[in-house]
């Protein structure tokens, strides 16, 4: 427990010596509510030691499932020699007086658990000040951690109203089926390919998808093409990219809604551009309608391209653009927090933070991953990719709301398989699609109704 402070601080340090005298009392006087003074503050949220104390011990006596009173709780304090620390009978003897109203303890309960989050914030700030005038400090890397420990402040157990009955939340769900564009949990976004958006319906806000493949197997060109289908439906999206430039992207984008062969999107070794004239104005014209476009592109570098750099540009681009989709390319190229972590470790701590920034923001996260390799080292032909391949990556498969693996059977020819063997509150699928090279993008093929077998 910490000690109590010195009382020429304790009138310029958030406290409220009544409020903690309050709840204390509340205790003694009605045992019933105990429990539920539990679930609201803890002992270190005391501000004076006697008081800690006092708590601390009324709570053990809970624990044991024995009674509690005045008398009970002095002879425990004395059995454990904190008799004179809280305060002796005389304290005691007033803190089974000083409630105003025994009702009223749960608001004194919150007082106190609120006084208690404004002092470790200031303890934070402090530690933030002393960080920073640390000589070789990374400023991303203590912004990241600073927001980490105000963010646990926030959702400290502190407090137990996190709870939500069971008619709020049937409510909310009545909210989303009767006014999905009002609702706070908002409508399923396309992502644009037809037999996805026919058996699944899209992307669920607030949820975590992982597009898995083989190296140059497709992965940016699926991403692309669902970022591009947002866009033309208004929806903002960020794409973050860690294997090519904002230019690049913007040229993958334009090929696919120009029809333009992409490889045109180069100059010569003349240095001249090779789009035909005709095409050429058709590019301009696109070029300004971009414009009107929501989706932002970054291609992240140094310490950006951690999933804390990520994750701050995440927080300001949804604050300042409301955007919807957050995808990033790839999982495996996100640079490490801390170079003493492994590359599983790495990839656990970037796919778990995916997850709980979509939930945080409200937004759906597209994460490109790379398949785990060492399934098919002994293998003549790659085979069909199963969860399995991702569970030696790290916790992206426990993570992931929907996992998309995408499979070229047959390296001699564009056709393509997205199996889906994991879909939240769904079943797994499989559709047959093609891959138009020039324009990036993939075509629908036959679809496969039944799907199963495989997926472990």
Known sequence: MKSCQSNSNAAMVPQDSEAEMGVIGAMLLEPTIVDEILALVRAPDFYTEANQIVFHAISLLRA?????????????LRDVNQYDRAGGGAYLAKLSVSVASVSNAPAYAQIVADRAKLRRLIELANE????????????????????????????????GGGCMTLHAAACQRLELLEHPEQSSLGPLLPSGIGCLDDTYGGFRCGGSYVIAARPGKGKSALMKQISNALDLRGRATLVVSLEMEEHEIAARILSERLSIDGKLFEVDEAGVCQIPEPEMQSLRTAVEDCKHSLMRLHAPKGRQATIGGIAALARLMK????????????????????????????????S???????????????????????????????????????????SIEQDADGVIFLHQPDENCDDFELVVPKWRNDSPGMFNVRLVGEFTKFEPGNYHAEFSGYTS
């Open 319 to 350: 604050a300042k653009y409301d955007i919807k989709v957050i995808a990033i390319d790839y999982l495996q190229l996100i640079h490490k927090s801390d170079p003493r972590q492994s590359d599983y470790e790495t990839v656990t701590e970037c």
């Open 128 to 159: 933030a000040i002393a960080d920073a005038m640390t000589p070789g400090s990374d400023p991303i890397t203590l912004a990241e951690t600073m927001r980490a420990k105000i963010d646990q402040v926030a959702a400290d157990a502190s407090g």
């Open 352 to 394: 778990k933070a995916c997850k709980q920034l979509a939930r945080e923001l409200g937004v759906v996260v597209l994460l490109l991953s790379q398949l785990n390799r060492d399934s098919e080292k002994q293998m003549k032909q790659p085979r069909r990719p199963r969860l399995s391949d991702l569970r030696d990556s790290g």
């Open 64 to 76: 044991d499932s024995k009674p509690i009173d005045i008398t009970l709780l002095t002879a425990h």
